[in-house]
């Protein structure tokens, strides 16, 4: 499964993330060591989701169409 992911402190950082099982979630969130939020992804069929600085135009499509979650890295939360 394709996953988006953001960082609370990054307006502009993400990753396209493909996940074969719940535990390989697990591990990518162990490594982070962060509050992790797992959410809807709220973008899929968002025809008002639009490119910003650093992220690639082709990814757009992938985010809107392809990801069915979101996960945000809560890095910036004390």
């Not at 600085?53 to 979650?69: A, Q, S």
Request: glycine fraction near 2%.
């Amino acid at each position: 499964m394709k996953v988006f992911v953001t960082k609370a402190s990054d307006d502009y950082w993400y990753q396209i993330k493909v996940f074969d099982s719940l535990k390989d979630i697990q591990k990518f969130i162990k490594k982070w060591q962060h509050s992790i939020i797992i959410e809807s992804n709220p973008y899929i069929d968002d025809d008002m989701f639009r490119f910003w600085d650093g992220m690639n135009e082709k990814d757009i499509p992938v985010i809107r169409d392809d990801c069915p979650l979101h996960i945000i890295i809560r890095d910036d939360y004390a």
